[in-house]
Structure formats: structure tokens, C-alpha cells
């Protein structure tokens, strides 16, 4: 049995999400997992953990700073594990853009750090229009509108691939 740590960055509870599935089928393998949010916890000591696994999502192109700062604190220790990153992004709704190998924000970012995470994941993102504030729903619905995805103001919809989630839990329940 593998004590493995999974940290997130989420600003609208979806990566959260994302992780609650993959605890749920790591622990189905009889491993054990602790679920940390990167701002509760930046500090936190990954010394107990056999696995670590970190999971992101995009916001106005970037993944927030606290993933590089954790990233960078934390890189001998994660290089000495078996470990894992994924993304959470609506870009990633286009199958041409869900791999990471062809996923921009995903290769951005590596080439931005100098961690090599052993194993990737991109997941599709959710859009909640009525969860936004005014602003932020004017300009994700002025981007849905560039590459033709919904642009009513009541949208809710959850473009991740559940099955993909699952298989990624078996990943690193693996790794
Ligand atoms: C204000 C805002 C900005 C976003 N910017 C991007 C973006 O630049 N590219 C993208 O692919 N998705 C973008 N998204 C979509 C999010 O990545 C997606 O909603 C994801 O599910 C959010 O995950 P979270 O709830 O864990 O933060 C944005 C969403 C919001 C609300």
C-alpha cells in the first residue's frame, strides 16, 4: 500500500473535482490518499508520501504562481518519487488539443519549469457561466465565441472526459 499525495490549484472547484474521482480510484487499489488545496497547505512536508501528484487549471492562459512556487521548492523531492501533473482547461474540449502532447498550456509550462513530471494528464475543463463574476463571463464567453463553443450566458457544461479521469487513476495507482 502507497501513501500518495495529490495537491490541487483550483479556483472554481472543478480540478477538486477531478481529484476526488482520482482518490476514489486509487483508493479502489488499495492504496491511501491525502487531497491537499496548494493554498492551504503550500508548506506542506512531502516527506511521508511515496507518490506525489499535482493537478492545475488554467485561468487566463497561465496555471497560478503557487504551482511554480511549490514546484520549484519541492522539485528534489518529487524527482525521488513516482509523480504526475495534469491541467484542467476548455482549450483541452478539442480532441486535436487534449493530449499533452498538444496541449499549448501544458507544453508551455514544461518548458517553464524544470521539473519533468515521470507522468502527464490534460483534462477538459467546465464552464459555469453563472458562477462568473460579470467580467470574467463577458470575456470566457467572447473566447467561447472565437473558437465556437457557448456563448449563452446560462451555460453549465462539463467537458471532461470521466473515463479518461478514471484511467489516469489507475496511472498512478500504478506508477
Ligand atoms: C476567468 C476564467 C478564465 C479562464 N481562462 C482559461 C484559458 O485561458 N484557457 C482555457 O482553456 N480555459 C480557461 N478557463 C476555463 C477553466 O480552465 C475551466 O473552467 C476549469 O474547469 C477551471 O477549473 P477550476 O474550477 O479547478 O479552477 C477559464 C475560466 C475562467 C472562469
Redesign the pocket.
Known amino acids: 500500500m502507497a501513501n500518495i499525495l495529490i495537491v490541487y490549484s ?7 473535482q477531478i481529484c476526488e474521482r482520482l482518490k476514489q480510484v486509487v483508493e479502489e487499489h488499495n492504496h491511501k490518499v491525502v487531497l491537499t488545496f496548494i493554498n492551504d497547505e503550500p508548506d506542506i512536508d512531502l516527506d511521508p508520501f511515496d507518490k506525489i501528484v499535482i493537478g492545475a ?5 497561465k496555471h497560478r504562481p503557487q504551482v511554480y512556487q511549490f514546484i520549484r521548492k519541492n522539485q528534489q523531492k518529487l524527482e525521488c518519487r513516482p509523480n504526475a501533473f495534469f491541467t ?4 483541452a474540449r478539442k480532441p486535436e488539443k487534449c493530449q499533452p502532447e498538444s496541449n499549448p498550456y501544458l507544453k508551455k509550462f514544461l518548458k517553464q519549469i524544470s521539473w519533468q513530471p515521470r507522468n502527464l494528464a490534460v483534462f477538459a ?3 459555469s457561466y453563472p458562477k ?1 463574476t460579470f467580467w ?1 463571463r463577458q ?2 464567453r467572447f473566447i467561447m465565441w472565437i473558437t465556437k463553443g457557448p456563448t449563452d450566458p446560462q451555460t453549465v457544461i462539463d467537458y471532461t472526459d470521466w473515463n479518461k479521469v478514471d484511467d489516469f487513476g489507475r496511472t498512478i495507482a500504478e506508477m
Do not use: L
Open positions: 483550483t479556483t472554481d472547484g472543478h480540478t477538486r487549471s488554467i485561468r487566463y492562459g484542467v482547461n476548455v482549450v475543463g467546465k464552464i462568473y470574467d470575456v470566457i
